[in-house]
């Protein structure tokens, strides 16, 4: 059984930055496979980021693509994204999922869910 947890979420206003991280409990082979999503209000569970094993195994939704990078720290069983320019319709909860079930990174199926961390971005 693998917990994720999520942190760094918070209030920012528009252009600002955030650095989200997802701390896995330890590591299992689930947990090479982690993405990151966002439940916006009144949204359905939409994918951000993930970050597959091998150094260039990065996906990135299109409409944040540019403005979110992810990237892994082994020796930390941790996943970070960091997020930039952000927009007032970024806000909602950022959540960090790790062993797909889907067809695709960005298919909201997979074993393990952190609780999520609020994002708020003003204008």
């Known amino acids: 059984q693998v917990t994720l947890h999520e942190s760094g979420g918070g209030s920012v206003q528009t252009g600002g930055s955030l650095r989200l991280s997802c701390a ?3 590591y299992s082979s689930s947990t090479d496979y982690i993405a990151w999503f966002r439940q916006r209000p009144g949204k359905e569970r939409e994918g951000v980021a993930a970050i597959w094993p091998g150094s ?4 990135y939704a299109d ?6 990078f992810i990237s892994r720290d ?3 069983n941790m996943v970070i ?3 930039s320019r952000l927009k007032p319709e970024d806000s ?3 959540y960090c999922a790790a062993d797909p079930l889907g067809p695709n990174w960005y298919t909201p199926r997979y074993t393990y869910w952190g609780q999520g961390t ?6």
Not at 56 to 59: F, L, M, R, V
Not at 118 to 123: I, N, P, Y
């Open 74 to 76: 082994y020796a930390k």
């Open 81 to 83: 994204l960091e997020m």
């Open 118 to 123: 609020q994002v708020t971005v003003s204008s």
């Open 92 to 94: 909602g909860m950022y």
């Open 56 to 59: 260039d195994n990065t996906y």
């Open 63 to 68: 409409s944040l693509s540019g403005r979110v």
């Open 24 to 26: 896995a409990s330890k």
